[in-house]
């Protein structure tokens, strides 16, 4: 059994999302993608740290990288599903969400230590199991991957203040620190200015069950 920290953008909800009550059973098709692209960073205890099988999934559109862990988490990794070179060289990373570490041996590049040393290091390649760290999102507008199904836990409203990038320029980005968590019982499905989306936590049943 995993407990995993899901966040479900407010268009993503608008355009094709269903709301969801605590304690509901959902489906959803999930990303692990950089959480410095999700409101402009700052998630910490949010971030999901995955050990799993690279599994390539062909689809209409091309090539999907899938990862499949133990307890029945499925995520699509973020790219062009059609860039087959990278699926078949195990020695490519995404330059995105991977961390380095290696599910197998441990080694972890932040940490330090030699690529070369453990063998393709960081690499994407099918079949191998590798270790990824990122923020799951909720990907309702184009996926086309098989769905991860669990039980929410919680749910939390995302606030989220919005800075002028430069003053008069009619120009916005998020400012992390102005984030805020509020606690409901179930997701809106409109949200309005200074609501972000919702952060939910998906708990997946025991393996085999």
């Avoid at 205890?45 to 990862?67: C, F, H, K, N, Q």
């Avoid at 973020?78 to 020695?91: A, R």
């Amino acid at each position: 059994m995993g407990r995993w920290w899901v966040f479900y953008a407010d268009w993503q909800m608008e355009c094709c999302g269903t709301p969801f009550s605590v304690g509901d059973e959902v489906s959803w098709p999930l990303l692990l993608g950089d959480a410095d692209d999700v409101l402009g960073g700052g998630w910490s205890e949010e971030l999901s740290e995955i050990a799993a099988t690279v599994e390539p999934v062909s689809y209409e559109d091309g090539v999907i990288r899938m990862l499949r862990a133990d307890d029945g988490l499925i995520v699509a990794l973020p790219g062009d599903p059609g860039e087959l070179d990278e699926l078949g060289d195990p020695g490519k990373g995404d330059g995105n969400v991977d961390t380095g570490w290696d599910a197998d041996t441990g080694w972890d590049a932040d940490a330090g230590g030699d690529a070369d040393e453990h063998g393709d290091g960081a690499g994407t390649g099918p079949g191998r199991r590798v270790g990824r760290t990122g923020l799951l999102t909720v990907e309702r507008h184009s996926a086309q991957w098989s769905e991860t199904t669990g039980t929410v836990r919680t749910i939390h409203v995302v606030h989220q203040d919005l800075a002028e990038t430069v003053t008069g320029s009619r120009g916005w980005e998020p400012g992390t620190a102005a984030r805020s968590l509020e606690a409901v019982h179930r997701s809106p499905k409109w949200f309005g200015e200074g609501r972000a989306g919702v952060l939910a936590e998906l708990e997946l049943p025991a393996p085999g069950t």
